[in-house]
């Protein structure tokens, strides 16, 4: 009996970890230009979701292979550096996400770029959530862990009935 207890822990344990880890990981803010650029210490040196409008004109292709670029909301603009080939709908004047590293108050180097209509950027995000794996593996922990518990106190009750 005591071995189920423990199993059951674990497996409370593990689910609530893969929960908490699909949430955090799928459940990211999109940050405008100017909360960014306006709390730069706060976002300093981590990752962060930039929606803006790419700047007309901004856009240079460096022979080192990297994308420079602005992006704006209007009040305050921020530097995106990107290495790699954009998606192919990318232009200026279109309003986008810069996903990266803020390495400093002005500049943000970009793992990737989304481009998009926004309102379709919140529904992914809301489902992505319940469409990834590490989500339903934690829901199918917890009800293992929680059918572990049930069978454990009625063999328990039952045993206790019989003596």
């Given at each position: 009996?005591?071995?189920?207890?423990?199993?059951?822990?674990?497996?409370?344990?593990?689910?609530?970890?893969?929960?908490?880890?699909?949430f955090?990981?799928?459940?990211?803010?999109?940050?405008?230009?100017?909360?960014?650029?306006?709390?730069?210490?706060?976002?300093?040196?981590?990752?962060?979701?930039?929606?803006?409008?790419?700047?007309?004109?901004?856009?240079?292709?460096?022979?080192?292979?990297?994308?420079?670029?602005?992006?704006?909301d209007?009040?305050?603009?921020?530097?995106?550096?990107?290495?790699?080939?954009?998606?192919?709908?990318?232009?200026?004047?279109?309003?986008?996400?810069?996903?990266?590293?803020?390495?400093?108050?002005?500049?943000?180097?970009?793992?990737?770029?989304?481009?998009?209509?926004?309102?379709?950027?919140?529904?992914?995000?809301?489902?992505?959530?319940?469409?990834?794996?590490?989500?339903?593996?934690?829901?199918?922990?917890?009800?293992?862990?929680?059918?572990?518990?049930?069978?454990?106190?009625?063999?328990?009750?039952?045993?206790?009935?019989?003596v």
């Open positions: 009996m005591k071995y189920l207890a423990v199993i059951v822990a674990v497996l409370l344990v593990l689910s609530g970890v893969f929960a908490y880890n699909a955090v990981a799928y459940v990211e803010p999109y940050h405008s230009v100017s909360q960014v650029v306006d709390n730069s210490e706060a976002f300093l040196n981590r990752k962060v979701q930039v929606i803006g409008t790419v700047v007309n004109g901004s856009t240079k292709y460096g022979s080192d292979g990297l994308l420079n670029f602005s992006l704006t209007g009040n305050s603009t921020i530097d995106v550096v990107y290495r790699g080939e954009p998606v192919s709908n990318f232009v200026e004047g279109q309003q986008s996400v810069a996903v990266g590293e803020l390495v400093s108050s002005q500049k943000l180097q970009a793992s990737q770029i989304l481009v998009k209509c926004p309102s379709k950027y919140e529904s992914q995000d809301q489902t992505s959530l319940f469409s990834s794996p590490i989500f339903p593996i934690a829901i199918l922990l917890g009800t293992v862990a929680i059918g572990f518990s049930v069978v454990s106190i009625t063999l328990s009750k039952r045993k206790d009935d019989r």
